[in-house]
Each structure stands twice: as C-alpha cells, then as structure tokens.
C-alpha cells in the first residue's frame, strides 16, 4: 500500500516537488512484455500497451503513416504532431501514454 507504481519515472519529481509525496518503494513495471504491446489489430484499431514511451509510439505511427494514404492518416498525423511538444526527447523517451492519463 505504500508503493508507487512506475512505468517511466516522469512524474515523481513533480510529485515530490511539488505534492511533498514520498514513495519508500517503487514498482517498476517497465520490463512487463505485455505491456510494451503496440500493434494496429486487423481490423486497423491502434492498440497501445501501457508501458509503451512516447517515443517509441511516435516512431511507430510514423512508419504507419508510410503505408497508408492521406484519409486514412489524419488521426495518426495529429498524435505524431502532439507528441512531438508534449515534452523533451529525453522525457518523450521515458515517459508512457499510459502514465500520462493517470497522472
């Protein structure tokens, strides 16, 4: 009960800035497999796990984009462009959708 669960770590220095939070124990969940899932299913739906980075999404989607033409794009054009000034490299490359939602 006393834990933090932690994909990429973003947001506790938020907290213990500013929320005066302490976390004597950490669950890191990065390395959980079915977390790090990210696949478009068969019928074209984007499936994001939880322990996907931002960056890795970005990546993802662009290569997507690819391959598919213009109308079929525009909602995957609009995440790439948001991630892109969500935050830094070195954040967009720890941090999770996931995480972000949460917090």
């Known amino acids: 009960p006393n834990a933090k669960i932690v994909a990429g ?3 506790l220095g938020v ?3 500013f929320k005066h939070s302490r976390w004597a124990k950490q669950i890191v969940i990065r390395k959980i497999k079915e977390l790090q899932h990210l696949e478009f299913d068969h019928d074209g ?3 994001i796990g939880g322990g996907v980075t931002l960056s890795t999404l970005q990546s993802f989607l662009k290569k997507r984009c690819e391959s598919l033409s213009y109308d079929k794009i525009k909602g ?6 948001m991630i892109k000034w969500f935050a830094s490299t070195q954040i967009r490359n720890m941090a999770t959708l996931s995480g972000n939602i949460v917090t």
């Open 9 to 11: 770590n973003t947001e």
């Open 76 to 81: 995957y054009k609009a995440m790439i462009a």
């Open 15 to 17: 907290e213990h800035r």
């Open 45 to 47: 739906t984007l499936k």
